[in-house]
């Protein structure tokens, strides 16, 4: 039971960036009750046994970092890692009848050969260079700014200093930029997918949605690298907590709220544990979620439009492509039916209501970068993990027959890994203790019950740019991009202006803002 009635913050969801806003706001001195459904904090950055009897704690819902601030991790004290890949990304391919692949690594020499195996000329790598050398410059401006206080468009597009880069990546649809900067169909798909991690839309959409995912996945601490984190996510949620903890902030799990009331001045929250008063409510959920709790009209819950599925294998499988070790190839991001006509073909089809012929994904390795999420039986027979992330899977195409329709697409998605495989990936399958495969697929709406997520949408909702359209120097969570119609109510998860991701950014900032405000 929290030990007092009232409280200078209350924060409504203990995932990452609330366990963030209560570790600062703590350190403040101020008195910090945490309220989780769930009976664990985390969130989706968690760590889980999801096989029976086996020794393996995966990265179950999110699991690679990218744009977590080294200062947060400094100014709360963490004890956590992240370890860098050496290799971006694998795309296998067909070229002349021949089974190869796309190499993307810090090995220059290795990667420029790969293009030109690839593409037939050095062009292509010359394009890359160019493209991401102009994503890096962007990356070193733009991320320092988002634990500042929200900029303009205008601060931010003179923060930029680059024309030509404000207008591919703001202004005019991605698919434009890449069309512009590549002609290999294999080379557009690999930079495409950045602006479509949970996130269903084309190249060209007119909203910019693919825009905006984009940048966050190429800016994060101004270089764009997605590190893995050492002893899996879950051990950045564990110190979070135990740093909030520390600080004096009250924790209490397997408390759903049911309700907030607020005159913008005191507040109250509702849950299983009773009523309390709070001087501010921090909300780390989704703003459709908030709405319910305020008893207001909610907006349409975003759509998810994902599929993960975790896996466990006795081994990696062998390759079509065998100029290339798997342990390689699957170290990094290895990209599959993500070509750029793939793409655009799977939307379609999903935007009409049907499964993709050639379901996209993208699989990574943990195990081979951080061994310590297996037990050392695992490790020395050799076993390794395997995430798969699942592209234009929205969430209305589960809406009737939601467990068949899962199978039917995990089983699509698998034929086209088996496609660039010299063997079946189940063969490679662990078993846990009762002799099922290691293997759990979660689609949207798998989150939206296990997590909370209305929709399953990963980041609460659409992506928004970094910047306000005009500066509001009154209202401190508005300055800091966390402000809802309640003055004393603020968003602190990925709903907020720069949320999304395992950033903690969020939290950060409506902690900022609630100490600007008293």
Not at 18 to 30: I, P, T
Not at 57 to 74: F, T
Not at 439 to 460: K, N, V, Y
Request: glycine fraction near 10%; include cysteine.
């Amino acid at each position: 039971m929290p030990e007092r009635t009232s409280y200078d913050a209350v924060i409504v969801g203990g995932g990452h960036n609330g366990l963030v806003a209560a570790a600062y706001l703590a350190r403040a001195g101020r008195s910090v009750l945490v309220l989780e459904r769930l009976d664990h904090t985390g969130g989706a950055a968690v760590s889980a046994r999801a096989f029976r009897g086996v020794d393996a704690r995966l990265s179950r819902y999110s699991y690679l970092v990218s744009l977590l601030p080294p200062r947060i991790v400094r100014d709360l004290g963490l004890r956590f890692a992240v370890r860098k890949r050496s290799v971006s990304s694998y795309t296998p391919a067909v070229r002349g009848g021949r089974a190869t692949g796309l190499f993307v690594g810090s090995d220059e020499a290795a990667t420029r050969a790969s293009f030109a195996r690839i593409t037939g000329s050095d062009r292509e790598y010359a394009s890359w260079r160019r493209f991401h050398g102009m994503t890096r410059r962007v990356a070193e401006r733009v991320f320092p700014t988002l634990t500042e206080p929200l900029p303009t468009r205008a601060a931010l597009r003179a923060r930029v200093d680059d024309e030509v880069a404000w207008e591919a990546l703001f202004e005019r649809p991605l698919g434009e930029a890449v069309e512009a900067a590549f002609a290999d169909d294999l080379v557009r798909g690999v930079v495409l997918t950045d602006g479509l991690i949970g996130t269903f839309a084309d190249a060209h959409d007119p909203t910019l949605v693919q825009n905006r995912c984009f940048l966050y996945h190429v800016i994060g601490g101004g270089t764009g690298d997605w590190d893995v984190p050492i002893g899996g996510m879950g051990a950045l949620t564990d110190e979070l907590a135990d740093a909030a903890r520390k600080a004096g902030a009250e924790i209490v799990t397997g408390c759903p709220v049911t309700g907030i009331a607020t005159d913008g001045r005191t507040a109250e929250v509702t849950c299983s544990k009773g009523t309390f008063g709070a001087r501010h409510v921090l909300v780390n959920a989704a703003p459709h979620t908030l709405a319910v709790l305020l008893g207001e009209q909610p907006p349409e819950p975003a759509e998810g439009a994902q599929l993960k599925v975790n896996m466990l294998l006795t081994r990696l499988p062998r390759l079509r492509d065998t100029g290339v070790d798997p342990r390689l190839a699957f170290s990094g991001t290895f990209h599959v039916a993500e070509g750029y006509e793939q793409l655009a073909a799977a939307h379609r089809q999903a935007a009409a209501g049907g499964l993709p012929a050639a379901p996209p994904s993208e699989i990574y390795c943990h195990s081979l970068t951080d061994p310590s999420i297996l037990g050392a039986d695992l490790v020395r027979q050799g076993y390794q993990t395997l995430t798969l992330f699942g592209l234009h899977a929205p969430a209305r195409l589960f809406a009737e027959d939601h467990d068949a329709t899962r199978e039917r697409l995990l089983a699509a998605t698998l034929a086209q890994v088996d496609a660039v495989l010299a063997e079946p990936l189940t063969d490679c399958l662990a078993a846990d203790a009762a002799g099922r495969p290691c293997i759990e697929a979660r689609s949207p709406l798998d989150l939206e019950r296990d997590l909370g997520l209305p929709g399953g949408h990963i980041f609460h909702r659409d992506l928004a740019f970094p910047y306000a359209e005009e500066a509001d120097e009154d209202d401190a969570a508005a300055r800091w991009g966390v402000r809802t119609a309640h003055v004393n109510v603020l968003l602190c998860g990925a709903g907020a202006v720069r949320g999304g991701g395992v950033s903690g950014i969020a939290g950060h900032n409506a902690a900022m803002a609630v100490l600007e405000q008293n």
